[in-house]
Each structure stands twice: as structure tokens, then as C-alpha cells.
């Protein structure tokens, strides 16, 4: 009884998260959330099966059995198109794509034909063909499962080193909620994997709570996520061409001469050094485009040609090194460490410290603290003899 409740709740959990999903209230992400809730859907139908079938002598009916067993052809494309989505601005669906599904519509018309047949007829297959085909059914889906989940990774990963090209903050757009979904994920395919083929006692006795666990921490995280690519139309496009090609080592001519590089630079360094556009936390590639009066994509070039860093590279190092500045300045010494980080453009403790640490080696403690043992060491200066 206790693990049909624990299904049951898992399930219904996992329904009202693909309805929230699909539904999308914060109009955010919104064809990966909608790609997200199908294979929620999908996932809630394979619990709701585990829940019916840990409770005999009750039975689900076999029309039931088929549909949840269909579902789970369409959860992993389902999931990869969802991680596709979102690491890809403005990205449209092509008809390729439904290549994806093509398990999913096999299986589908096999279950139509077996369904409809009448039991006494023949079977359509030799028995030993369709035990093998069984056996393929069962372990393809398996297979599938990793591979998709191994191609959404290698996607966010990805994602996770490209948003640095446009991005100055990534702590709201990383996506590190979803690389903790894919790790849950891996969790709860564990469990399954262990019903099947393991059979490990303890873990099967502790399987339908791990779902329930995992599928509370899915919830947490999905429901926490900002828009990725808040840009307008135009600049979506923009950002799209910069990740998909490399704004340097291209056979193509430079989009900048050499003359117009070194103005551009000497312009982005005034800009930086006496208007202190870092100190915005929302710095972004588009924005500071415009303060510059060029494209994106002269921007991207200029930060890679000119400078040869990303633009998250770029702007940080100001920061930081305004952040050394407030750290060893008497009138800032009132300022505890996110202070300075805030003072210094940075949007949160934990990128600050990672930043700073980047760049200098140092945590910013150990820097101010160390900055200022040298000074109290130094011996003071003596003015000269008057001749």
C-alpha cells in the first residue's frame, strides 16, 4: 500500500509539472517548456503504470499497458529537443527532427496491428522472429534513453561555455538547474535499470520514495528558471550566428581592417575605463553594441580579434579589477565581500568569488588580506636631509 502511494504521488506530481510546462505561466522558454512537459507527460505515464502494477491482484487494462509503454518512446527525443531548445535562440522546429519520433510511430503501429488482430489468429511473425523483436523493443528503449540523455548533456555543456560569448552574468541563464535535472535524471534511470536487470533488494524496497525525492527536486529547479535569450528578435538572430560560427578563424574576409580595430579598441577602453559600463550587472554583447554604435557581430569580432578574449572575459577583468581597488580602499572598508562584489558590477557572491579567484588566484579575502599585511611590512619612507 505504502509504495502505491508513493507511486501514485510521484505520478500526479509529475502530471501537474507537465501541465505547468506546457501551460508555461511565465511565458519563459517557451517551445522548450513545452517540449519539457511532453516528456514530463511521458515520464508521469510510467510511474502511473508502476503504481497500478504494485498493487495486484488489480490489473490496468492492456489497451493502458500499450499507451504508457508507447509514451516512453517519446520521453528521451522529448527531453534532447527540450535541451535543444533551450541552449539554441530563436531556434525553429525542422521536419528532420521528426525523424526523432520515429521509434516511437514503429512501436505505435505495431501495438495497432497486435491490438486489433483477434487472439486466435495467426501470428503475422515465426515465434522466434517475434521474440527477437521483443527483445530489441525492450532494450531500445533502454539504449535510447542514454544516448539521448548523453547528447542533452554534451548540449548544455555547451551551452554552459557559448553564453559566455554574449553573456557577462550567467549565474540566471547557466542552466546549472537543468544539469541538476539531467543528474536526477541519471538517478531515477539508475532505479529503473536496477528493477530490471540488478534486482538489488534494498534499493528496489527504496525505489518508489528516490522517485518521489527526484521528482520534487525536478519541480524545484524547472519552476525557478529565467528566459535565456532576452534579446529582441533581431539581436536572437545575432547571438544565434556568433555561437555557430567562430568570429575569427574563418576562411572569410575580416569584418574589421586592422585601422578600424585599433579606433574600436581605443573607443571600448574609454568606454569601460572612464564611463564604467561594467558596473552594470545586466552588461550584455547587444547592450554594449549599441553603446559602441556597432553590430554584435563587430563587437564579437572586435573582443575576439582585437582583444582575444570572449566578452564574459572581458568585462570581469574590469570588474575585478575594481573590486581590487574597493578592497584595499580605506572608504570602502565598511563593505563586506558581496558589497564590493555588487559595487564592482558583479550580480552574485558565488561569481565574484569564482571570478576573482580566476583571475588573480587569490579568494578576494585572501587578496585584501594579504594586500594588506604587505603594506603594514613595508618600512615607511623617511624624507631626505634638507641640503
Not at 490496468?60 to 518512446?73: D, N
Not at 575585478?320 to 558581496?338: D, G, I, M, Q
Not at 583571475?359 to 594588506?372: E, H, I, K, V, Y
Given at each position: 500500500m505504502q509504495e502505491l502511494t508513493l507511486y501514485t504521488l510521484a505520478a500526479g506530481s509529475v502530471f501537474l509539472l507537465a501541465f505547468l510546462s506546457v501551460a508555461n505561466p511565465k511565458g519563459t522558454n517557451d517551445a522548450a517548456n513545452k517540449w519539457l512537459g511532453v516528456f514530463l507527460f511521458s515520464f508521469g505515464c510510467a510511474l502511473l503504470e508502476r503504481a497500478l502494477l504494485s498493487s495486484p491482484p488489480t490489473r490496468?487494462?492492456?489497451?493502458?499497458?500499450?499507451?504508457?509503454?508507447?509514451?516512453?518512446?517519446a520521453l528521451a527525443p522529448a527531453l534532447y529537443?527540450?535541451?535543444?531548445?533551450?541552449?539554441?535562440?530563436?531556434?525553429?522546429?525542422k521536419k528532420a527532427e521528426y525523424l526523432h519520433f520515429l521509434p516511437f510511430l514503429l512501436f505505435a503501429l505495431c501495438s495497432l496491428i497486435t491490438f486489433f488482430l483477434s487472439p486466435h489468429a495467426s501470428p503475422i511473425l515465426p515465434p522466434a522472429l517475434g521474440k527477437m523483436l521483443g527483445v530489441v523493443v525492450f532494450l531500445s528503449v533502454k539504449i535510447q534513453v542514454v544516448v539521448y540523455w548523453l547528447l542533452s548533456y554534451g548540449k548544455l555543456v555547451r551551452h554552459q561555455r557559448n553564453i559566455r560569448l554574449f553573456a557577462s552574468a550567467t549565474g540566471s541563464i547557466d542552466l546549472r538547474w537543468l544539469q541538476y535535472f539531467l543528474w536526477a535524471l541519471v538517478f531515477m534511470i539508475f532505479l529503473w535499470f536496477n528493477e530490471l536487470f540488478f534486482d538489488i533488494t534494498i534499493?528496489?524496497?527504496l525505489a518508489p520514495f528516490g522517485y518521489l525525492v527526484a521528482v520534487y527536486f525536478l519541480g524545484y529547479f524547472s519552476l525557478r528558471q529565467q528566459e535565456i535569450f532576452r534579446f529582441e528578435k533581431q539581436e536572437v538572430e545575432a547571438i544565434r550566428e556568433i555561437l555557430e560560427e567562430d568570429p575569427v578563424f574563418t576562411t572569410k574576409a575580416p569584418r574589421l581592417s586592422g585601422e578600424a580595430v585599433a579606433a574600436l579598441k581605443e573607443k571600448m577602453r574609454?568606454?569601460?575605463?572612464?564611463?564604467?559600463a561594467f558596473l552594470d550587472q545586466e552588461l550584455d554583447l547587444p547592450q554594449l553594441a549599441r553603446r559602441m554604435h556597432i553590430s554584435s557581430h563587430d563587437l564579437s569580432y572586435l573582443l575576439n580579434a582585437g582583444f582575444g578574449e570572449?566578452?564574459?572575459?572581458?568585462?570581469?577583468?574590469?570588474?575585478?579589477?575594481?573590486?581590487?581597488?574597493?578592497?584595499?580602499?580605506?572608504?570602502?572598508?565598511?563593505?563586506?565581500?558581496?558589497?564590493?562584489?555588487?559595487?564592482a558590477g558583479f550580480s552574485s557572491k558565488t561569481t565574484f568569488n569564482t571570478t576573482f579567484k580566476k583571475?588573480?588566484?587569490?579568494?578576494?579575502?585572501?587578496?585584501?588580506?594579504?594586500?594588506?599585511a604587505e603594506v603594514r611590512s613595508s618600512p615607511p619612507a623617511h624624507p631626505g636631509k634638507a641640503g
Open positions: 490496468p487494462p492492456e489497451a493502458f499497458i500499450v499507451m504508457t509503454e508507447l509514451s516512453r518512446f529537443l527540450s535541451v535543444l531548445n533551450f541552449t539554441s535562440p530563436g531556434r525553429k522546429f534499493i528496489k524496497d574609454s568606454i569601460m575605463e572612464h564611463d564604467k570572449s566578452f564574459f572575459q572581458f568585462v570581469n577583468r574590469y570588474r575585478v579589477e575594481e573590486a581590487k581597488t574597493l578592497l584595499l580602499s580605506p572608504k570602502h572598508r565598511h563593505l563586506n565581500v558581496l558589497g564590493v562584489a555588487y559595487e583571475f588573480t588566484g587569490q579568494s578576494p579575502t585572501q587578496f585584501q588580506r594579504n594586500a594588506l
